[in-house]
């Protein structure tokens, strides 16, 4: 079945770049999503892929896709302490439902 | 433009009981997908309906069960709650066209079974 993996945990220090990894099996993944997740609250959608892309810039972010290996990642430029959540990445194929990761906590330090 | 709305925020339910959680759409959306996040876990679907219909089913039992109504708002029945029902249960809102199918998800229900 579908299996999306993320490393569980990445600390950096404020004004760093962060980068969150993500690996997914599915090869008909049709769309990659990323979402942050604060405490208590629900999942808010910070940006997509296509599979057809190699990268895609939105203000701070950057997503980057190798789809040769199956590889996705979020890079955050000049991270800030609000930027501390968990986030998640998600495929998307055929039939429409989301995948998800178990999440990777961010840890901004000051 | 009005967000997704879920209710209750939190709910505790015993052993062997129901419940329904209710979810409003986001403006103009018409598929509703519903999720279950455990703790420490990613969300997992559970179901997705798309005009009155479900349209989609992941690993759950029948016991998990839903509608959608013409308003396009939603509710998730669960029966015969187990403990391992506990979690936080999130309701997504999205437009079925135009490929991209961004969900966008409530703040979701905690649910504790005891």
């Known amino acids: 079945g579908e299996d999306v993996e993320q490393s569980l945990f990445l600390s950096v220090r404020e004004g760093d770049s962060s980068v969150i990894n993500c690996t997914y099996t599915?090869?008909?993944?049709?769309?990659l999503y990323w979402y942050k997740q604060e405490p208590g609250a629900g999942l808010q959608l910070l940006t997509y892929i296509f599979s057809n892309m190699d990268m895609k810039q939105d203000q701070r972010l950057t997503v980057l896709l190798n789809k040769k290996d199956k590889h996705l990642s979020l890079r955050i430029a000049d991270t800030q302490t609000g930027d501390s959540a968990i986030y998640f990445c998600a495929d998307r194929t055929g039939r429409r439902a989301l995948t998800f990761g178990s999440g990777t906590r961010l840890q901004v330090q000051p | 433009e009005t967000g997704v709305t879920q209710s209750p925020t939190h709910l505790i339910k015993t052993r062997g009981q129901q419940v329904t959680l209710r979810c409003s759409s986001q403006s103009g959306h018409n598929t509703v997908s519903w999720y279950q996040q455990a703790l420490g876990q990613g969300p997992q679907f559970i179901f997705q309906y798309y005009r009155e219909e479900e349209n989609g089913r992941g690993n759950f039992p029948p016991r998990f069960s839903g509608l959608q109504f013409p308003n396009y708002s939603s509710e998730l029945n669960v029966n015969a709650l187990e403990l391992d029902d506990s979690a936080l249960y999130l309701c997504a809102s999205s437009i079925s066209s135009g490929g991209t199918y961004e969900q966008y998800f409530g703040p979701g229900t905690r649910l504790t079974v005891t």
């Open positions: 599915d090869s008909s993944s049709t769309y």
